[in-house]
């Protein structure tokens, strides 16, 4: 006669109970890849691209124009790959490899236009850039595309 | 220049003139001919007759303009019935949650569950304003804290109306060589690796150059 009370009572003591536990969050890295059009024809150089600007020119001083063309900012999970936009249909493929170095370091593989994979790894918060062989514009229009990318955070030494 | 005569006098000058829409020069133009012309003056009061200064003319046909008062007693109607809408569909999961655990204990216990359910009744006191309803919400609009910008050219960063630019207020700071470590170095599509710049000196770029087309 009782029973039924007593399972009704039961199912809601369960249907109350403490929810499970969710799994924990997967660790967010965040990629920042900039697009950089550079000319030999003009000398404008972009507030924020005064210090790269000098350090190429080390290499190349004919090369005098800095333009920031496309900044894309993603947030990615260890082991994930993205493609970045970076001029016309141009992407350099990002993938955050799944482990980090022993100094806590993160490595990058990038895939930019016309190259095969690059595997490095950089100092935290620190952009490591490269020079494409791909160009946009013809004649004293040309510019060409330059990649910087940067990953944070770095952990500490375990 | 000469002053235009009677017959040549372009009559929208005229009527420029009556409506307030003419340069300083002009207006000494036109003031200079009409002390020559007074027959124009007819003309003039004609054209002042049907101008924006006329208020018994233009006034009546206006579309009346809100007062302060007026925006303040519309903007309480809608903030009453959004916190209503709002107060209405709590209820209504509140209600739905109680039914549920009550009718869940006594189905049991009692031969058939009872309940009535009275709907809120919402205030139909602001005039000119339809009754409320969450369709009637203002369109929510994100501030630069609701966004986040994931990649973005630069020749649209100056037009931005909301949002930040993807590198904030960020100093570009690169990497110097005893900051890298290169894994692996692939080869572009031709075979050919990169020129690596890795000189000791902290004025290079631990840069890659891709080959160079011949």
Known sequence: ?158 | MTTPRPENFPLELLAAYADGELSTEDRSRVECWLAENHEALEDLETQEAFGPGNVDLWGPVSPPSPSADDWIATRECIGRQMRLANRVRWAGWAGTFGLLATAATLMFVLPAPQHNCVDPELPRDCDGLPPGSIDDEPYPMASSADVRIISLPESASGLLVVGEHPLRDSFLSFAKMSEVQFHNVGTDLAGRFPEVMNEAADDVLPMLWAPREP
């Open chain 1, 1 to 158: 006669m009782y029973r039924f009370p007593l399972l009704s009572i039961a199912c809601l003591l369960v249907g109350l109970g403490p929810a499970p536990a969710e799994p924990p969050a997967k660790e967010q890295i965040e990629v920042q890849v900039l697009a950089i059009l550079v000319s030999e024809n003009h000398k404008n150089v972009h507030p924020k691209l005064g210090e790269f600007a000098k350090l190429v020119q080390v290499k190349e001083p004919r090369l005098t124009g800095f333009k920031l063309e496309q900044t894309t900012v993603k947030s990615l999970e260890l082991g994930q790959s993205e493609k970045m936009p970076l001029v016309g249909k141009e992407v350099v493929e990002v993938t955050v490899n799944k482990e980090r170095n022993e100094k806590g370091r993160i490595l990058l593989t990038i895939t930019p236009p016309g190259m095969n994979q690059i595997t490095y790894e950089c100092a935290c918060s620190k952009f490591f850039s490269m020079a494409t062989e791909h160009y946009v514009g013809k004649g004293k229009d040309r510019q060409q595309l330059f990649i910087a990318i940067m990953a944070s955070p770095c952990k500490g030494k375990k």
